[in-house]
């Protein structure tokens, strides 16, 4: 059966046609293709070029990029085999204190361990590592359907074959030590889920969605510096809701590229947000924000925490984030962040 998807490939960029689109040259199978990138899907230093920036200050004919595709039918693009649907640079001196994964999905993996309500599959990326990738109960459908019942094994056996999709996650935030996450498991026919693996076409009606909505509820005047500003309105219970819900969409969609590395709080907003220092490059640091719903403390989570009365500026602390939209109060947004506390119960420094 050919594929249809592909991750995490190497390639060099051979061909600028536009301000918009460019081809990528790889090998696959010992033979020559090609996949067209366009520019709403290229990301630099882990985030998507600004729309009004110019693509040739980012992108050069011979530079070495990794990316994700899928396989290409439209004829206006015969002359390429595949359509990417994000591509990064992956020169090694842009963001050195980082490391930068995307998400993947249609994924095929094997059941290798179930435990009651959680589980362990695995699969290999294009180079033949394996991917460990955690799953829970709560993500899991067969035929269609949400699995409801009380043990993954009423449905699930060991060596069983399945699809999904996954994030990164933090290896220290899970006992089974698996850097990827699931966020749907299938059996039998895909279900229709918002932030599954999407189109070109339905994720660049998601991104600018994203955008609008988040336009419509925050000032953009406002400087990041003012984090603490009573504008902010961040204890107003609407406002906290309508973030919260913007926080989730966005970090959800497994079709974005993902940074992990290591930082600091930097302050704790109230009980339910905090923004941390994150390290990207030497002397270089960025702002994330973070909710509750994603903090772990040795490994457990804060989601019903007040993070006031727990965590401090100061704390170092693990991130995984996304690149967060033009106009946000922060760089990045925060996926998950690991606080971990050493056997005295003090923070490891």
């Not at 070495?64 to 004829?75: L, T």
């Not at 403390?297 to 033009?326: M, R």
């Amino acid at each position: 059966m050919d594929e249809i998807y592909i991750y995490d490939i190497s390639g060099v960029i051979s061909d600028i046609f536009s301000d918009n689109e460019a081809v990528i040259k790889f090998k696959k199978g010992g033979k020559d293709q090609s996949a067209l990138i366009q520019k709403n899907n290229f990301y630099h230093n882990g985030r998507v070029i600004p729309k009004n920036e110019r693509w040739d200050n980012y992108i050069t004919v011979g530079m070495p990029v990794k990316f994700n595709a899928q396989k290409s039918n439209c004829a206006e693009y015969s002359y390429c085999d595949w359509c990417a649907t994000m591509c990064w640079s992956c020169a090694s001196n842009l963001l050195n204190k980082i490391t930068i994964k995307s998400g993947f999905g249609h994924m095929s993996g094997q059941v290798i361990d179930i435990n009651n309500r959680r589980g362990i599959l695995n699969t290999f990326n294009a180079t033949g590592q394996s991917l460990r990738t955690l799953f829970i109960a709560k993500n899991v459908y067969i035929d269609e359907q949400k699995f409801t019942g009380k043990l993954l094994q009423e449905v699930l056996d060991i060596h069983d074959y399945v699809s999904f999709d996954a994030l990164p996650c933090i290896s220290e935030g899970n006992d089974e030590v698996c850097e990827w996450f699931a966020t749907i498991v299938y059996k039998g026919k895909r279900p229709n889920l918002v932030n599954s693996i999407m189109s070109i076409e339905e994720k660049t009606r998601l991104n600018d969605g994203l955008y609008k909505f988040w336009k419509s509820v925050y000032d953009s005047s406002i400087i990041k510096e003012d984090l603490n500003d009573p504008q902010l309105n961040f204890l107003n219970s609407d406002f906290k809701i309508q973030c919260y819900n913007f926080i989730q969409q966005h970090i959800n969609n497994p079709d974005t590229l993902f940074v992990n590395g290591k930082g600091i709080i930097m302050d704790i907003v109230n009980d339910e947000f905090g923004v941390i220092l994150g390290e990207f490059r030497n002397n270089l640091f960025q702002t994330i924000i973070f909710h509750r719903q994603n903090v772990f403390l040795n490994k457990v989570s804060l989601k019903t925490s007040n993070l006031a009365e727990i965590l401090c500026p100061g704390d170092p602390i693990k991130f995984i984030a996304v690149g967060a939209p033009s106009g946000f109060l922060s760089d990045w947004i925060a996926v998950q962040i690991c606080v971990t506390l050493n056997q005295l119960g003090e923070l490891p420094m």
